[in-house]
């Protein structure tokens, strides 16, 4: 099974702070397609995951352009420029490109 | 708009078997490219993929558990089932159900709220 390793665990940022979570993967994500399917979610406190970005960096439909995505093979970034209070919470990427469909263990974003 | 609403026992005892619902709005399950997929959660946990299935009836296992794991839809009722056997305090969780995209293995675009599932003697 592909292992999906995030860093930091967690991560604290003021208001207004650009943060940036690092996913690593244990074998490359390019598929034979062509594309890469690591995807990117956020739980908020007491909710249930919601997409952001899929195939690297693409913003899903409503997500705020601040939320960015990049990487290759096996190394991915998502980065928030510029926090808002709402954006705390678990970051979780995801990777679909190999069987069984994987996630990261997760990054908590708290607000200080 | 898409939603989707897990429903379950809320508790069954060891060696039970769990039995889901997903009921669902927003899209058909006979659509081409749309399906629904399981996933558990532990609470302070990861997520884990359990179970997906397609509009064709293809259905995808999460290898770990896929003896225990069946899959099924009723798309007149826009309904998803995922039914979990011989189940143990390990199954305890939140369990979600989304919507998935044919896209990799599978895009999750919209997610229930969850439910959970406590299992105790």
């Known amino acids: 099974d592909v292992v999906l390793t995030q860093t930091p665990p967690t991560l604290s940022a003021t208001i207004g702070q650009s943060v940036s979570i690092s996913c690593r993967s244990s074998q490359s994500l390019l598929d034979s397609d062509g594309d890469t399917y690591l995807n990117w979610l956020l739980q908020r406190p007491g909710q249930s995951p919601q997409l952001l970005i899929y195939s690297v960096s693409n913003l899903e439909s409503g997500v705020p352009n601040r939320f960015s995505g990049s990487g290759s093979e096996t190394d991915f970034t998502l980065k928030i420029s510029g926090v808002e209070a709402e954006d705390l919470g678990v970051y979780y990427c995801m990777q679909a490109t190999h069987a069984p469909l994987t996630f990261g263990s997760g990054t908590k974003l708290e607000i200080k | 708009q898409v939603t989707l609403k897990e429903s379950g026992p809320g508790i069954l005892q060891p060696s039970q078997t769990l039995s889901l619902t997903c009921t669902f709005s927003g899209f058909s399950l006979s659509t081409y490219g749309m399906g629904v997929g399981w996933i558990r959660q532990p609470s302070g946990k990861g997520l884990e993929w359990l179970a997906n299935i397609w509009w064709d009836d293809d259905k995808y296992y999460n290898p770990s558990l896929k003896n225990r794991l069946t899959i099924s839809k009723d798309t007149s009722n826009n309904q998803a089932f995922l039914k979990i056997t011989n189940v143990d305090t390990a199954d305890t969780a939140t369990y979600y159900c989304?919507?998935?995209?044919?896209?990799?293995?599978?895009?999750?675009?919209?997610w229930g709220q969850g439910v959970m599932v406590t299992v105790s003697s």
């Open positions: 989304a919507r998935s995209l044919y896209y990799g293995l599978l895009l999750p675009d919209y």
